[in-house]
């Protein structure tokens, strides 16, 4: 049975708690050939259906199990529909709450507040809390029993109302209810029989659970914060221009082939190509790199980047869902709607922790009550239990670091495929980096040039730049551009071009001939210094002759150039306990001039594209887990080899799919900066994880030997969720080592 290419993205409503985002993965699990994960920080569910069932279908399966669903549409990303704002919501329902429970609390806690009758001004303050404050926790219990289910809304439900019960019984039944009823606050259950009441618990846990919401729903804006603001910066408008005539019209009517004018200060409308005019371009959203790149006639722009200097005019080569910043955000969501590995045990103790609490609770009521407890400290007993236990920190744990982690990552040019990427970065020790295009430029430059028979340099630049001009050739063209720095180039005469050998023509009249060495001696018969040839051309060069009138006039030499922050990049990797490999098509004195220049000390030279896969599988089998790097078509294979792929964002696009993270400029340090907060990520999922664990696993103990009150529960349980929150969002502050 076969899958969808693509996953689905549903959007999802009604879950509460981590427990809901499991049941909905659960049930979804369930239709046949169907793979499902549910992110409960994202409220998304990302699916692969078979052939045979319908997305309808899927919907159907959420919502049998009292949630809500719709298909994400990724082209409507940059026009969000309006809707409720849940976080204004919670802030509302918490300040009223919290308003109403404060006299509560002060009078339950000061005996001198507790005036005649207090205890039915706290009812009537604590009734609305407890009814309408925490009537979200009430809907989602009713709608989980109505289907079978228990969740954390179950423990926080079940814990209000019995407080709430059992007060409105000690009031009108009991003795709590008597004229100059006082009652003191104590950090332990009480044992006074039925005389105390427990609004200030039902009132106050509700505070703090709402409280702790509100921090999750703010954790959950701003950590997509940076995702929505690149989304926001799109153009609006745009003003397309035909036959010397401008008209400006919405966005959405630019098509595909349409030219389109950018003036100084207005962001590219999409993707396109500059067909006229120079500029320069921030693409800083994008790259990351803080630095204008030059545009000008033939060059690539980016939708959304900005144009700094001058006006531009593009022809739209890309729309819609088919940009790059489309592309980038879907790769991000995609990777905040995935489950990193480490969080499927947090899973499994939170699928099997609702009800293991409930009988936990009930264990402990009755327990107390056999050795001859009070009710009243038995049934407190129980009632922290019920609020202590409430799993929320552990399910937010790996959710709310990863979306803060993938969203900060954008920010700094590095896409995370997938949460399960993180643990790979965790265990890599050897990074094989790609010598052209990932180390070096890409780009052929004049390093040297010799000038021999007293020629005049301005005459030889005219020549050699001249002839060279006529030829495709990368190495030619190097020569061209670098003459054309120094003096006015013409079009040379009777241009013939000899494969793999050289150039000859007639320029301003002189038989030229430009080429390898070794030609110009063998089929011309013309003395070269092969001394100086040899010297460069063992330090990885390219050297070409170029002789007229009989005579060689000079000699060049031409090699790739090492990037700026290559060497930079070598030192983090092995400040992050990697060993640099160099893996290159070139000659093996080639390979090991750059190796040298930039640190690396093991080289693998004349490498065809399937033996880098070779070389990669050797690597494996002595026991390493490689990461490898690169930017071509011939790096694919080697990419999915690797346990971890990269590719440089300015590689083609099978390279940048067969990776498992994109960096989305050309800098190589951005492959250490991806490699850092990838595992500082993963190191705060841990971190939240142990914490998560070790609060549930010393409270609940607790709880149940009687040795918490309620209320201070609500406040440990509403802090450990604020304290992992606060913990993931420490992730939007992450700067690369420098």
């Given at each position: 049975?076969?899958?969808?290419?693509a996953?689905?993205?549903?959007?999802?409503?009604?879950?509460?708690?981590?427990?809901?985002?499991?049941r909905?993965?659960?049930?979804?699990?369930?239709l046949a050939?169907?793979?499902?994960?549910?992110?409960?920080?994202?409220?998304?569910?990302?699916?692969?259906?078979?052939?045979?069932?319908?997305?309808s279908?899927?919907?159907?399966a959420?919502e049998?199990?009292?949630y809500?669903?719709?298909?994400?549409?990724?082209?409507?990303?940059?026009?969000?529909?309006?809707?409720?704002?849940?976080?204004?919501?919670?802030?509302?329902?918490?300040i009223?709450?919290?308003?109403l429970?404060i006299?509560?609390?002060?009078?339950?806690?000061?005996?001198?507040?507790?005036?005649?009758?207090?205890?039915?001004?706290?009812?009537?303050?604590?009734?609305?809390?407890?009814?309408?404050g925490?009537?979200?926790?009430?809907?989602?219990?009713w709608?989980?029993?109505?289907?079978?289910?228990?969740t954390?809304?179950?423990?926080?439900?079940?814990?209000?109302?019995?407080?709430?019960?059992?007060?409105?019984?000690?009031?009108?039944?009991g003795?709590?209810?008597?004229?100059g009823?006082?009652?003191?606050?104590?950090?332990?259950?009480?044992?006074?029989?039925?005389?105390?009441?427990?609004?200030?618990?039902s009132?106050?846990?509700?505070?703090?659970?709402?409280?702790?919401?509100?921090?999750?729903?703010?954790?959950?804006?701003?950590?997509?914060?940076?995702?929505?603001?690149l989304?926001?910066?799109?153009?609006k408008t745009?003003?397309?221009?035909?036959?010397?005539?401008?008209?400006?019209?919405?966005?959405?009517?630019?098509?595909l082939g349409?030219?389109?004018?950018?003036?100084?200060?207005?962001?590219i409308?999409?993707?396109?190509?500059?067909?006229?005019?120079?500029?320069?371009v921030?693409?800083?959203?994008i790259?990351?790199?803080?630095?204008?790149?030059?545009?000008?006639?033939?060059?690539?722009?980016?939708?959304?980047?900005?144009n700094t200097s001058g006006?531009?005019?593009?022809?739209?080569?890309?729309?819609g869902?088919?940009?790059?910043?489309?592309?980038?955000?879907n790769?991000?969501?995609?990777?905040?709607?995935?489950?990193a590995?480490?969080?499927?045990?947090?899973?499994?103790?939170?699928?099997?922790?609702?009800?293991?609490?409930?009988?936990?609770?009930?264990?402990?009521?009755?327990?107390?009550?056999?050795v001859?407890?009070?009710?009243?400290?038995?049934?407190t007993a129980?009632?922290?239990?019920?609020?202590?236990?409430?799993?929320?920190?552990?399910?937010?744990?790996?959710?709310?670091?990863?979306?803060?982690g993938?969203?900060r990552g954008a920010?700094?040019?590095?896409?995370?495929?997938?949460?399960h990427i993180?643990?790979?970065?965790?265990?890599?020790?050897?990074?094989?980096?790609?010598?052209?295009?990932?180390?070096?430029?890409?780009?052929?430059?004049?390093?040297?040039?010799?000038?021999?028979?007293n020629?005049?340099?301005?005459?030889?630049?005219v020549?050699?730049?001249?002839?060279?001009?006529?030829?495709?050739?990368?190495?030619?063209q190097?020569?061209?551009?670098?003459?054309?720095?120094?003096?006015?180039?013409?079009?040379?005469?009777?241009?013939?071009?000899?494969?793999?050998?050289?150039?000859?023509?007639?320029?301003?009249?002189?038989?030229?001939?430009?080429?390898?060495?070794?030609?110009?001696?063998?089929?011309?018969?013309?003395?070269?210094?092969?001394?100086?040839?040899s010297?460069h051309?063992?330090?990885?060069?390219?050297?070409?002759?170029?002789?007229?009138?009989?005579?060689?006039?000079?000699?060049?030499?031409?090699?790739?150039?090492?990037?700026?922050?290559?060497?930079t990049?070598i030192?983090?990797?092995?400040?992050?306990?990697?060993?640099?490999?160099?893996?290159?098509?070139?000659?093996?004195?080639?390979a090991?001039?750059?190796?040298?220049?930039?640190?690396?000390?093991?080289?693998?030279?004349?490498?065809?594209?399937?033996?880098?896969?070779?070389?990669?599988?050797?690597?494996?089998?002595?026991?390493n887990?490689?990461?490898?790097?690169?930017?071509?078509?011939n790096?694919?294979?080697?990419l999915?080899?690797?346990d971890?792929?990269?590719?440089?964002?300015?590689?083609?696009?099978?390279?940048?799919e067969?990776?498992?993270?994109?960096?989305?400029?050309?800098?190589?340090?951005?492959?250490?900066?991806g490699?850092e907060?990838?595992?500082?990520?993963?190191?705060?999922i841990?971190?939240?994880?142990f914490w998560?664990?070790?609060?549930?696993?010393?409270?609940?103990?607790?709880?149940?030997?009687?040795?918490?009150?309620?209320?201070?529960?609500?406040?440990?349980m509403?802090?450990s969720?604020?304290?992992?929150v606060?913990?993931?969002?420490r992730?939007?502050t992450?700067?690369?080592?420098k």
């Amino acid at each position: 049975m076969t899958t969808t290419q693509a996953p689905i993205i549903l959007e999802l409503g009604g879950m509460t708690c981590a427990s809901c985002a499991i049941r909905v993965e659960k049930k979804l699990n369930k239709l046949a050939g169907v793979q499902a994960t549910v992110n409960y920080a994202t409220e998304k569910a990302t699916i692969s259906l078979p052939a045979d069932i319908h997305i309808s279908d899927a919907i159907t399966a959420v919502e049998s199990a009292g949630y809500t669903a719709k298909e994400a549409r990724p082209e409507k990303e940059n026009q969000p529909e309006a809707k409720d704002n849940p976080e204004l919501e919670l802030r509302n329902r918490l300040i009223i709450s919290a308003a109403l429970t404060i006299p509560v609390v002060l009078m339950a806690m000061i005996p001198a507040l507790q005036f005649d009758y207090w205890q039915w001004l706290s009812l009537t303050l604590a009734s609305p809390v407890v009814i309408w404050g925490a009537l979200t926790f009430h809907q989602a219990t009713w709608v989980n029993l109505k289907h079978g289910n228990a969740t954390m809304d179950t423990l926080v439900s079940m814990g209000v109302v019995a407080a709430y019960t059992w007060s409105l019984y000690a009031l009108f039944f009991g003795g709590a209810g008597e004229t100059g009823m006082k009652m003191d606050f104590t950090l332990l259950p009480s044992h006074s029989g039925n005389s105390e009441i427990y609004l200030e618990v039902s009132s106050a846990v509700t505070v703090f659970i709402l409280l702790g919401r509100y921090f999750e729903a703010r954790a959950k804006s701003r950590s997509s914060a940076a995702l929505t603001a690149l989304l926001n910066l799109g153009a609006k408008t745009v003003s397309i221009t035909s036959n010397g005539i401008e008209k400006r019209i919405p966005i959405e009517e630019l098509a595909l082939g349409d030219n389109f004018v950018v003036r100084p200060g207005e962001r590219i409308a999409t993707d396109g190509k500059v067909i006229e005019g120079a500029s320069g371009v921030d693409e800083s959203m994008i790259t990351g790199e803080s630095i204008p790149i030059e545009v000008t006639q033939g060059n690539k722009v980016i939708g959304a980047t900005l144009n700094t200097s001058g006006r531009l005019v593009v022809e739209a080569t890309a729309i819609g869902s088919d940009t790059a910043l489309a592309r980038i955000t879907n790769l991000v969501e995609n990777a905040q709607a995935g489950k990193a590995p480490i969080q499927r045990l947090a899973d499994r103790v939170a699928a099997v922790f609702v009800p293991v609490v409930i009988v936990l609770a009930l264990a402990t009521l009755i327990v107390w009550l056999l050795v001859g407890e009070e009710p009243t400290f038995a049934f407190t007993a129980a009632v922290a239990v019920l609020i202590i236990a409430c799993p929320c920190a552990l399910g937010l744990a790996t959710p709310t670091a990863l979306l803060v982690g993938t969203g900060r990552g954008a920010q700094l040019g590095v896409l995370i495929r997938g949460p399960h990427i993180l643990e790979s970065t965790k265990r890599v020790n050897i990074i094989a980096l790609d010598k052209t295009g990932t180390i070096t430029t890409g780009k052929m430059s004049v390093q040297e040039i010799k000038l021999l028979n007293n020629v005049n340099e301005d005459e030889f630049f005219v020549v050699a730049g001249s002839l060279e001009n006529a030829s495709e050739h990368p190495v030619a063209q190097a020569v061209a551009h670098h003459a054309q720095q120094q003096i006015e180039l013409v079009t040379p005469e009777e241009f013939v071009s000899t494969q793999g050998r050289g150039v000859q023509g007639l320029i301003n009249g002189k038989a030229a001939l430009i080429g390898n060495p070794d030609w110009l001696a063998s089929e011309w018969a013309l003395h070269i210094d092969t001394t100086w040839v040899s010297t460069h051309q063992n330090l990885g060069h390219t050297v070409i002759a170029v002789a007229w009138d009989g005579e060689v006039r000079g000699l060049i030499s031409v090699s790739d150039t090492i990037k700026p922050d290559s060497k930079t990049a070598i030192t983090r990797f092995k400040g992050l306990g990697l060993t640099p490999v160099l893996i290159s098509g070139d000659n093996q004195s080639a390979a090991e001039q750059v190796a040298k220049e930039v640190g690396i000390d093991r080289v693998f030279a004349g490498v065809l594209a399937e033996d880098k896969v070779q070389i990669i599988t050797r690597l494996q089998s002595e026991g390493n887990f490689v990461t490898m790097v690169g930017d071509g078509v011939n790096d694919a294979a080697a990419l999915v080899q690797a346990d971890l792929g990269m590719s440089m964002g300015s590689g083609t696009d099978v390279a940048i799919e067969a990776s498992d993270i994109t960096l989305t400029n050309s800098n190589l340090t951005s492959a250490a900066t991806g490699i850092e907060l990838a595992r500082k990520t993963l190191g705060t999922i841990k971190g939240n994880l142990f914490w998560a664990f070790a609060y549930n696993t010393a409270a609940v103990p607790l709880a149940m030997a009687g040795l918490l009150n309620p209320m201070i529960a609500g406040a440990a349980m509403a802090f450990s969720s604020v304290f992992v929150v606060t913990n993931s969002l420490r992730l939007r502050t992450f700067n690369p080592t420098k």
